[in-house]
């Protein structure tokens, strides 16, 4: 290694270490703005109800989902097994949308648990298989609840 | 294989091997999209839209590798002043471009019936958009600093600052809360795709790697005959 390579390979090096301590403080104290949602949970424990709009993730609890008359206007309960969040939401709702499974609701916080929706996001997991798999998972008993209904 | 990046061996390739190269990646490809559009089965939840996935992965996938390539060449070449690197970085960097437009739009079709939006600014997409613009600022900096040498180092430097950046989207959706689904094919668990589904994926991942090292190929060739032209070939050596 000549003797410049060897001064550029240093001063290289101290830059990365220099980048990573930076780094390092700018992820932390990005963590409280990169949230995309927050979890009902989060909510419950914030002091005060934040304003504006705020999207809301989680899964959407079992035999929650309700149409009201006429209006289609859409009532269910946002959960992640510890809190629960109310949503009421007028409008048509996206095709993944279902008991069981992720979604991320856009909405303004009445209050901490009830949420006016203005936009609903259905959230895909990881997993993909074909409907026939699903039926075999169903009928031997492994389906897993995170898979949906 | 390494030899065949060697700068002289590149032109020794006779024509038969690119023809041959052509044959292969385009019967993969065209394997590939019978085995994703035909015959592999819907999914139990998407339907038909789970086919954008076996185009939108593979390219995102190699959009991620290609500029990781890039950024480790950009650090041999500016520190070892090893030139052939910067070669073989400002060569890749249109293919993983491409790559990275598609797998953006890609994922943009799926995720309007799939989430019902085209776009959101979570953390995978927006750390994914800014690839795409590291990409572009990369290739601007070679089309408009005239120097080689001052616009091999200003290159370097936009490849290894936006190097950091790939950590940050390959794990974006395990630090932080996002829209964007986690990885399904992880190197420690059995992936969470059925295999009827695997197998097309990574048909087309290896029909779209030997497209990039196609193009690559000729690209490479390209880039040495203009170092030639501008009389700069020496500093290969």
């Keep these: 290694m000549s003797p410049a390579s060897k001064k550029r390979l240093n001063y290289f090096l101290i830059a990365i270490i220099v980048f990573l301590i930076v780094g390092k403080f700018v992820l932390n104290s990005l963590q409280g703005n990169t949230v995309y949602f927050f979890s009902p949970s989060d909510l419950s424990k914030l002091s005060e109800k934040p304003n504006g709009l705020v999207r809301v993730g989680g899964l959407v609890k079992n035999g929650s989902i309700q149409e009201k008359q006429k209006d289609s206007i859409y009532s269910f309960i946002i959960t992640d097994l510890n809190n629960d969040v109310y949503v009421e939401y007028k409008g048509l709702l996206p095709n993944l949308f279902q008991e069981g499974k992720g979604a991320v609701i856009e909405g303004v916080l009445k209050d901490k648990k009830f949420l006016i929706a203005e936009k609903i996001l259905a959230k895909h997991d990881e997993n993909y298989m074909p409907p026939e798999i699903a039926e075999a998972l169903k009928k031997n008993g492994n389906w897993k609840a995170t898979y949906g209904k | ?237």
């Design chain 2, 1 to 237: 294989m390494l030899n065949l990046f060697r700068i002289k061996k590149i032109f020794e390739l006779s024509d038969n091997f690119f023809y041959w190269l052509k044959i292969i990646f385009l019967s993969i490809i065209i394997f590939g999209l019978i085995l994703s559009l035909v015959i592999s089965p819907k999914d139990y939840l998407q339907g038909d839209t789970v086919r954008i996935m076996y185009v939108h992965v593979p390219s995102s996938w190699l959009s991620l590798m290609i500029f990781s390539t890039m950024g480790v060449c950009s650090i041999i070449s500016l520190i070892f002043k090893i030139r052939v690197c910067t070669i073989y970085a400002k060569s890749l960097a249109p293919i993983g471009f491409t790559f990275s437009l598609i797998s953006v739009f890609t994922g943009s079709l799926w995720g309007q019936p799939t989430w019902g939006t085209f776009w959101t600014w979570d953390a995978r997409l927006t750390s994914m958009l800014l690839l795409v613009f590291f990409y572009i600022f990369y290739i601007l900096s070679w089309t408009f600093i005239k120097n080689f040498f001052t616009a091999e180092k200003y290159s370097s430097i936009i490849a290894i600052v936006g190097l950091a950046n790939i950590p940050i989207i390959k794990f974006s959706v395990e630090w932080w809360n996002t829209l964007h689904q986690p990885a399904s094919i992880k190197l420690t668990e059995s992936p969470a795709i059925h295999a009827s589904m695997l197998t097309p994926l990574l048909v087309m991942f290896f029909g779209f790697g030997l497209f990039a090292l196609f193009i690559f190929l000729i690209r490479y060739k390209t880039e040495i005959l203009k170092l030639k032209k501008d009389k700069l070939n020496n500093i290969l050596k």
